[in-house]
């Protein structure tokens, strides 16, 4: 009793075009469109199509991006953004995990956190700002706060719901194998979540990133998203570019060498989406 | 358990949550700079500054309001567009991959410089936020519907707008209105984060102000507010969307 | 009762009228995402008779479904032709009515809502749209269902609701692809009987998927045994009952069980080669 799927079509009509296409389109548009853009906008510039202050030469940007990485800025300020970000992350990610791990097996726990974490999830915890501000300083340590409360509440609850949705059966498989309860959570819940567990650290990491960037546009102190709010401050339209650039840079390099982390510590899951 | 029971049971916590905060504030563990009572954040509603706060609230509200009054059509109908025709999701699909990794917040300091310190930027900068998951979900939505669906509405005479309104919209429809609940979250947090730092109106400025000015019940006050329209968006949308999928399979 | 009537390719022109579909030296090509394309079908000829019922037959991956696909207009051809009254086929249309395994209902549609669509699409006037759904929900003793959604019911109910949309735009030709594979046997032989009497009643012309032989067998006037991949016509074999019989009645006669056999014995080498990958 299987239910096919039927293949995909390609009829005469506008229908959803053919696999094969869609693939190549995906892997190379993004270059190939990036590119185009770049080259309409520089072409654009040099023919004073658009003011300078509105929209600097895209030559204009790469020079600076290249004078702020031989003086160092450039370096301090991904450095200092990243760092903020990879240790909320981190923070958030190891909490959260055994939070969440805790609150699928602990019916007590569920109780209590089920409502809260629910609550907390839709909120903007970045209204909350100003209180960590209070409470945590003007430095890194209420940056970094932030990061982690901001993120905490979407990976416990993935994590919840994957150990949560694990099949029963193989936890009882387990079981009747000798496993303790302790060794079932981590030997076969986890790995068995992990998937959908990976997935909510994948969503909760441009979260992270995001909240840095709003922590150093708010409070100062160095960082890609303060020398972006100091560039607009003074006008410096060509520094305010290179900062769009370089975080968009870093924006992709960090989601695609997740996507790689993925494919390293899951490869035992079979890839997403039929090749039938 | 009856239905009230039940409301209570799940609502428990956080009222422990809420006697736990009056007790250590009222008990002097921590200092009312670093944490009022609740009962004098709950005051401020009724006192002084609760004008104030109400309009900038309702103020920052309504750009939110517009701002998805505009993404969510647009959205769905590029998500959906780009699905289906190719010419359109060549130009379109590498402009949202650049746009997806970008945290939406980087682009602040542009719309202060493009658009100035006005309304337009901060609902610019929410508009261009909510959109992006918007038209991944409709698109996502889009792409996985069963093929058989849309053949068999084409063999029961079915024009191609009439496939792409009557089947593929309604059969993306669960996909979307996920979508629209995560840009409703974002919404939020842009809002604030907008305030934030464009700082001339709204409740985030507030906030910000009434900390910066020591008027800490108020700006908790603040902060409670915007919490509390976050959370009563999201349950209102829960429920809307259950209504709007009545009959299908969850 | 006629003979078990063994013959390669295209059947005898004992209709006098020209066939109502017309399959032509066809070949077709499956291009998978990765990999080398896979040739699916290979030289098909094939005629289907006007109200008869057609039986495509053979393992899993041969390609039946595909010609049916084709057939339907929702794959080009890329070689060959494929003619439906005279004209090639393009895009699909309501002439030809197709009902899928997995149903295919729209499950924000209630039953009725369903059944209306391909009327409304039709452009046929409110009061004859109801008539006519109410007509064919009651001809598939779903009365009492209309304002159920497809979630609501069971397999074999979703089924009938699929072919009651499909039946009541009243199309010349009926194709199926392997309709009652997703439902449990009870079910099954139950809505068999009920679509053999439903063609009694209204003939059409049914080119129907299966790889079941005794459902082959038991709807069908004429069945095409298929190979494996890549998909040919092996044989086409005249499997037709005397008027009137019922599912039941002709199960229980000799002629069905030699006739199964008979068929059984050209479709397992096919299928065990299509169990070790096809022919190609």
Known sequence: MTLRKAPAASSAGSAVQSEIWRRRVDFWGPFVTIAILLAIWEAASQ??????????????????????????????????TLYRTLAGFGIAAICGVILGLLIARVAGLRWFFDPVVSAGLPIPKIALMPVFMLWFGLFDASKIAMVVFSAIFQIIIATWWAAHSVEKELVWSARSLGASERQILFEVTLPAAAPQIFTGL????????????VTEMLMGGEGIGDTMLQNARYVDSPGLFAGIFIIGAVGYICIALLEWLRRRLLGWQAAGGASE | MSAAASLFSRAAPLLILAALWEFVARAGIVSPGALPALSSVLAVFAGEFSRELFYHTWLSLVRGAIAMAFAIPFGIAAGILIAWYLPVRVVLNPLLQCL???????????????????????????FVGALVPIVMSAYQGARSIEQTLLWTARSLGARESEVLREVLLPAALPEILNGVRTALALAFILIVAGEFVIANNGVGNLINLWGQAGQYPAMFAGVLLISAAGFAVDRAFVALSSRMLAGRQS | MTQADVSPSSGGGSDAAAPVIGVRDLDHEYRPQRGKPVLALSNISLDVKRREFLALLGPSGCGKSTLLYLIGGFLPVQKGSISVNGAPVVVPGPDRGVVFQNFALFPWKTVRQNVLYGLEKQGIARKEREERASHYIDMVHLSGFEDNYPSQLSGGMKQRVAIARTLATEPGILLMDEPFGALDSQT??????????????????????????????????????MTARPGTVKAIVDTRFPEGMGAEEIMRT?????????????????????????RA
């Open chain 2, 100 to 126: 997806y990794p970008m945290p939406k917040v980087a682009l602040i300091p542009l719309t202060i410089i493009w658009l100035g310190i006005g309304n337009l930027s901060k609902i610019s900068l929410i």
């Open chain 3, 188 to 225: 099954r032989t139950i809505l068999q009987g009920e679509l053999l009497s439903i063609w009694a009643r209204s003939p059409m012309t049914v080119v129907f998927v299966t790889h079941d032989v005794r459902e082959a067998v038991l709807l069908a006037d004429r069945v095409a045994v």
């Open chain 1, 47 to 80: 023919m004073r199509l658009v003011t300078p202050f509105l929209l600097p030469a895209v030559s204009t940007v790469l020079a600076r991006i290249a004078t702020d990485f031989a003086s160092g800025k450039l370096l301090i300020d991904v450095g200092m």
């Open chain 3, 254 to 278: 000799r002629e069905f069980t030699e006739r199964v056999d008979a068929l059984w014995g050209m479709v397992r080498s096919e299928a065990v080669a299509a169990g070790a990958g096809g």
């Open chain 1, 202 to 213: 994948q969503v909760a990491f441009p979260l992270c990133l995001i909240v840095t960037l």
